[in-house]
């Protein structure tokens, strides 16, 4: 049987680097190699090779998506991306993939640059029955006034970047003087910034995959933060937050939070696994904070555990997302 040769796609550009090549490993090691001929590809920036075990990095061509190692070259027939922000959440490696005719496992070049951006993903799903924060829109050069955005919005309130992850430059105001060092903070994450009301409640992660004309709705996930909120630290340290799966939740509540997970889904044209983030307010009413179009697989990440919740190891998982995009 010829294996499938995957170029696995980690690392990137953005803060969020380690924790790709960390749900790399993950993916690699639960993937069958008797089926798949793998190859992790570390990318950073220009500088896209693969390490042999001896130590030595070998260069991609970049003009044929291929690899030569010792004289033997090897052109990928499939990427598996596991890019956390750019160039992988942002849709830029998929539009590269795209002109290179290479099937891939994540959102197209057009779903991730609206599921990226968190202004688009937001007017996107405007109006298909998904209730959402309201914000304040900022362009590099514009700035708030305190008195302005606690009058709209009260405190505490959101301040985050329009297009970043794992929550790098977001911050939890509680005071007026805290407002613009916040804006400052997310402006150097991001040439545009939100303002959001915050919503108290309940943070609930909801993982979703399409594949072979079936939907999969994972078991819903609660994120108890053990910070102020679910920030970089809670997200990926030991002990600062519980991840409850199944979440504890009536019914009527999962079923709400499944029904905007499919909506906003397909109103992003998702393709693959994704993760729909929301906060349930104390009288149970979901608002979608966001879309995470590759989310999390290391071995703490949300996703992992929804689908062993469910039944399902993480190779049979990719295994369907394969066949499925190379249907395709």
């Known amino acids: 049987m010829t294996r499938l040769k995957i170029a696995l796609m980690a690392g990137g550009d953005s803060p969020e680097r380690e924790i790709a090549l960390q749900s790399?490993?993950?993916?690699?090691?639960?993937?069958?190699?008797?089926?798949y001929d793998i190859t992790v590809i570390d990318l950073h920036h220009r500088d896209w090779h693969y390490t042999a075990p001896d130590g030595r990095q070998w260069q991609v061509d970049k003009n044929d998506f291929s690899l030569t190692v010792e004289g033997?070259?090897?052109?990928?027939?499939?990427?598996?991306?596991?890019?956390?922000g750019t160039p992988g959440e942002d849709g830029r490696l998929q539009g590269y993939l795209d002109m290179m005719g290479v099937p891939y496992s994540s959102c197209s070049m057009?779903?991730?640059?609206?599921?990226?951006?968190?202004?688009?993903?937001?007017?996107?799903v405007a109006g298909r029955g998904i209730n959402l924060a309201r914000e304040i829109f900022l362009c590099k050069g514009e700035t708030a006034d305190p008195d302005e955005v606690i009058a709209e919005f009260g405190l505490p309130l959101f301040i985050k970047p329009n297009a970043s992850g794992s929550s790098f430059g977001v911050t939890k105001v509680h005071t007026r003087d805290e407002?613009?060092?916040?804006?400052?903070?997310?402006?150097?994450q991001s040439d545009e910034v939100l303002i959001e009301e915050c919503i108290e409640g309940r943070e609930m992660g909801c993982g979703m995959m399409v594949a072979g004309g079936r939907e999969y709705l994972f078991p819903i996930t609660e994120i108890v933060s053990k910070k102020d909120f679910f920030d970089y630290q809670a997200k990926y340290t030991e002990g600062y937050s519980d991840e409850i799966t199944?979440?504890?939740?009536?019914p009527e509540i999962a079923e709400e939070l499944h029904r905007m997970t499919r909506i906003a889904y397909k109103?992003?044209?998702?393709?693959?696994?994704?993760?729909?983030?929301?906060?349930?307010?104390?009288?149970?009413k979901p608002y979608m904070i966001e879309i995470n179009s590759i989310p999390g697989m290391s071995a703490g990440s949300i996703v992992p555990k929804q689908a062993k919740a469910m039944g399902m190891t993480l190779g049979e998982m990719f295994d369907l997302v394969i066949a499925d995009t190379c249907r395709k």
């Open 24 to 35: 790399a490993a993950q993916i690699e090691s639960a993937l069958d190699h008797e089926k």
């Open 267 to 284: 109103a992003c044209r998702c393709s693959g696994v994704v993760r729909v983030d929301f906060i349930v307010t104390p009288e149970g």
């Open 110 to 124: 057009t779903s991730s640059v609206i599921t990226f951006d968190k202004v688009t993903t937001k007017r996107t």
């Open 72 to 84: 033997e070259r090897k052109v990928f027939d499939y990427a598996l991306i596991i890019i956390h």
């Open 179 to 188: 407002v613009l060092p916040a804006v400052e903070a997310a402006f150097a």
């Open 246 to 250: 199944p979440a504890q939740i009536s």
